[in-house]
């Protein structure tokens, strides 16, 4: 029979380490390995680490309809030692409402876990190979490849939590531990993040300057892009001066403009630089120095 323990010798055998899942609640019973013991109430524990759905879905709806998660795939990797992190052998596509098992584990040894959902079932989903992460679908011999919806944001993955000393917590023999704090909701790569921009505020160069219409002397500025690629704006009227959003910059490029002010006539008497450097998904205020004169040619 397919129950969890010959699922985890399987797994120990064909992959060197994984795999079993169960419904949650229904707490299915297998036959114990030398490994496995049965709780007080005839459930069968093994020294493993699991991942719970519950931990990481958040608002992500799980149903069977369009838009929803309806799978997902879970890898965890032991980081007992930093400088040289052990990835297991990832889950099989598995429903959204159920738990995943990982029963090649060591004992005292910290685990981390990465998720990936599906919009979809579990059963039309199949790894390239075993172990892998990457799925496929469709019938054999004409496959292709399924990103997921939904990853694990960048940098981040779900522990095991820590004591109350502090303490990561480890595995322990016979039990199973969840890998079950995700500080972070999944990155849902169905929908684009802002578009990064740039907003320069000509009137922040004015430092100890004002506009004529507030008993100062300018009138009006340009602010002219030293990237080709962006628009130059001319005749601002000072007294209505206000962000000048630029599109279509690269994140991460700095970006410098330039403010020329005028103070009557038909020529910029005064100039100052701002600078901005491009983050993903926000809208970035430029850095500008003072107005100063604009030396005689």
């Not at 838009?67 to 596509?93: F, I, R, W």
């Not at 630089?273 to 500008?288: L, M, R, Y």
């Amino acid at each position: 029979m397919a129950d969890r323990a010959s699922a985890g010798k399987q797994g120990r055998a064909g992959l060197g380490g994984v795999l079993f899942a169960v419904a949650l609640g229904l707490g299915q019973v297998g036959c114990p390995s030398a490994a496995d013991t049965l709780t007080n109430d005839n459930v069968l524990v093994a020294t493993s680490v699991s991942v719970d759905p519950t931990s990481f879905l958040y608002d992500v709806p799980c149903a069977n309809v369009p838009g929803a998660m309806q799978s997902y795939v879970a890898t965890v990797t032991d980081v007992t030692d930093l400088k040289n992190p052990y990835t297991l052998p990832s889950s099989a596509a598995l429903p959204c409402s159920q738990r995943v098992y990982f029963e090649s584990v060591q004992v005292d040894h910290q685990y981390t876990a990465v998720v990936e959902g599906f919009e979809e079932p579990a059963d039309a989903l199949f790894p390239v190979g075993p172990g892998d992460r990457h799925m496929q679908t469709g019938p054999f011999g004409m496959r292709v490849n399924v990103k997921p919806r939904w990853t694990t944001v960048d940098g981040s993955s779900c522990n095991m939590g820590f004591d109350i000393a502090g303490n990561p917590n480890v595995t322990q023999f016979d039990i199973d531990m969840p890998i079950d704090e995700c500080a972070l909701r999944l990155k849902d790569n169905a929908v684009s993040p802002p578009a990064a921009t740039i907003a320069v505020d000509p009137a922040a160069t004015l430092g100890n300057l004002a506009c004529s219409a507030s008993g100062g002397t300018v009138t009006k500025f340009d602010v002219t892009p030293t990237d080709s690629s962006l628009k130059a704006t001319t005749g601002i009227d000072c007294s209505a001066a206000m962000n000048l959003v630029f599109e279509g910059v690269k994140v991460g490029k700095q970006y410098r403009f330039t403010v020329d002010a005028y103070t009557g006539g038909t020529t910029a008497t005064q100039r100052a630089a701002c600078f901005a450097t491009p983050e993903s998904g926000v809208q970035v205020v430029a850095v500008c120095d003072p107005l100063a004169p604009i030396p005689s040619p």
